[in-house]
Structure formats: C-alpha cells, structure tokens
C-alpha cells in the first residue's frame, strides 16, 4: 500500500514513516499542505494521511481541493484532540476517516488498513478493453467471449492493471498492492506472473495488451493500442 503522510511535525512525520514502512507499506513523506496537494495530486497513493494544523494550505483545504479535482484517494485526517468541530469539518470537506491526536500508532495502522479496503470497493467493477473484459466482482477474465482461467495473483495483477488501464505501474507498486509481505519480495516475481498472464489473455488471440514501458513497469492499454 502507497501512503502520503503530509505532517509539519517533523519528528511525528519520521516517526510514521519508519514505523509504517516497518509494516510494510510504501511511505512518502510532505511537510506543508502546497507541496502535500502537489505530490497527492501527481502520484497514485492508497491512502493520505493529512494534518489539519499544516503551513501554507490547511488539511481542509488540501482535502477539499484533492476533492474538487475528482481524486478519490483515501484520506484519514489527523485532527486536534477531542476536537469535535475538526472531526465535523473534517469528513464535511471530503475526509474518510480521522484520528485525534495523541493517537495510537496500532490504530493507524488499522484504520489505514480498514479504509484501503473500503477505497479498493470503490473501484470500477467491471472493465472493457476492446474485447478483453475484466469483471472485479465475480473474479472473471474473457478475451472475445472465450473464458481465461486465471490463478488467483494473475487475476490480482490484471484487476490491479485494470483500475490503471492506459498507466505505467511499477513492479514495486505491484507488490505493495498484491504481496502480503512486499518488502520481502523479488521484483522479479512480478515478471514471471506477468510473463504468465501475457501466455493466457494476449499471446493465443494475437493481442499486446499487457505492455513493458522501459524504467517504468507495465501499462494494460485495449488491444495494445
């Protein structure tokens, strides 16, 4: 899972960032609210976690601008404590979730795990790419009417393609999203489930949907348009 964390508190912000990437997750790391709105909005994260008290664009702001811009990212606000206005205004601008400081990091990291889940259910259910559907619900993949049987982490890695059709997704962002301990993983899984995936939905029907852009992972485009 990709995180921003956009704090001031520098001390507080390394401290979420070693701990969350202890647990495995992929942590990037904003110390005002312009450059925290800048990276949310030219990277793909999971999941902001964003400070309310920020210099330069409060949290409300960030938030309800990220919001104007169509982003769905989830966003879990860190508010004052006991401060039920900031809870208030924060899930008014568009929040998912919010935290009170002092919090307890166990709770982050749940809360962070519990509302990647509710923002993956957000997603399209159901994706066509000329003649390659890909359906997330029932867990289905069909290529001009013919049924693909898939694994369960090729179908993983496609339904993760499928939500970034036209887009570069790394290998790295791959394993984040897909492997349970993505720390620990060889990149180079990643090529052989792909490689694999390519020999089931593209290589009998003459397709090339399942592209490699070079230094930047793999793109799924509609009949490798």
Same mark, same amino acid.
């Given at each position: 899972m990709r995180v921003l964390v &956009?704090?001031?508190e520098r001390r507080l912000a390394l401290a979420l960032r070693h701990g969350l990437t202890a647990q495995g997750f992929r942590v990037d790391v $904003?110390? !005002?609210?312009?450059?925290?709105? $800048?990276?949310a909005m030219d990277h793909a994260y999971d999941v902001v976690v964003l400070d309310v008290m920020l210099p330069g664009l409060n949290g409300y702001r960030v938030c309800s601008r990220l919001r104007a811009c169509?982003? !769905? &990212?989830?966003?879990?606000m860190l508010t004052a404590k006991d401060g039920e206005w900031d809870e208030a205004e924060a899930l008014d601008t568009g929040a998912d979730d919010y935290l009170s400081k002092p919090f307890s990091f166990v709770v982050l990291v749940a809360r962070l795990? $519990?509302? $990647?889940?509710?923002?993956?259910?957000?997603a399209p259910r159901r994706t066509v790419l000329g003649d390659l559907v890909i359906d997330s619900a029932a867990r289905t993949c069909t290529r001009a009417g013919t049924t693909i049987p898939l694994t369960p982490r090729e179908f993983a890695i496609l339904d993760h393609l499928a939500r970034r059709a036209g887009e570069a997704v790394s290998k790295r962002e791959i394993l984040d999203a897909i492997w349970d301990n993505a720390l620990d993983s060889d990149p180079n899984t990643v090529e052989v489930h792909v490689s694999a995936l390519r020999r089931k939905i593209d290589t009998p029907f003459g397709r090339a949907a &399942?592209?490699?852009v070079r230094g930047a992972g793999y793109r799924l485009a509609a009949d490798g348009g």
């Open positions: &956009v704090e001031d $904003a110390h !005002d609210g312009p450059s925290g709105l $800048a990276q169509g982003s !769905d &990212v989830g966003i879990l795990k $519990a509302l $990647a889940r509710r923002i993956g259910s957000r &399942v592209q490699t």
